[in-house]
């Protein structure tokens, strides 16, 4: 059983930043795919973005591309999302995902949380204009 605490989420100005951790109770070279989902009030849970842990890859959304990065700290066995440029549309209840199965959707992980392993618990981040 994986377990994920989120942390790092808050309240910003448009235009301003955060940085968003996750951290996995298991040795994270052990999983196929972490990534970032986000919901916001009355919509349904989207995919943000994700990391290949294999390779290193990552992968965006087109809502975020430019704007946020992912990266990991094996060490420490922590993920990060760095939001920049925030938009009052980027506020949401921000969630970290595990895959740690082969993953074989055709497109990449993020867009697909119906093939989620292990979800965090989230952490909200608001954005005012």
């Known amino acids: 059983q994986v377990q994920l605490v989120e942390s790092g989420g808050g309240s910003v100005q448009a235009g301003g930043s955060l940085r968003l951790s996750c951290k996995a109770s298991?040795?994270?070279?052990?999983?196929?795919?972490m990534g970032w989902f986000r919901q916001a009030p009355g919509k349904e849970r989207a995919g943000v973005g994700d990391?290949?842990?294999?390779?290193?890859?990552?992968h965006f959304a087109d809502s975020v591309k430019g704007r946020f990065a992912i990266s990991l700290d094996n060490a420490k066995n922590t993920l990060y999302l760095q939001m920049d440029n925030l938009k009052s549309e980027d506020t949401a209840m921000y969630y970290c995902?595990?895959?740690?199965?082969?993953?074989?959707?055709?497109?990449?992980?993020?867009?697909?949380?119906?093939?989620?392993?292990?979800w965090g618990q989230g952490t909200q981040v608001t954005v005012s204009s």
């Open positions: 990391i290949y842990i294999g390779i290193g890859t990552t």
């Open positions: 995902a595990v895959r740690d199965r082969p993953f074989y959707g055709g497109t990449w992980f993020f867009n697909h949380p119906d093939s989620v392993d292990y």
């Open positions: 298991g040795l994270i070279d052990s999983y196929y795919y």
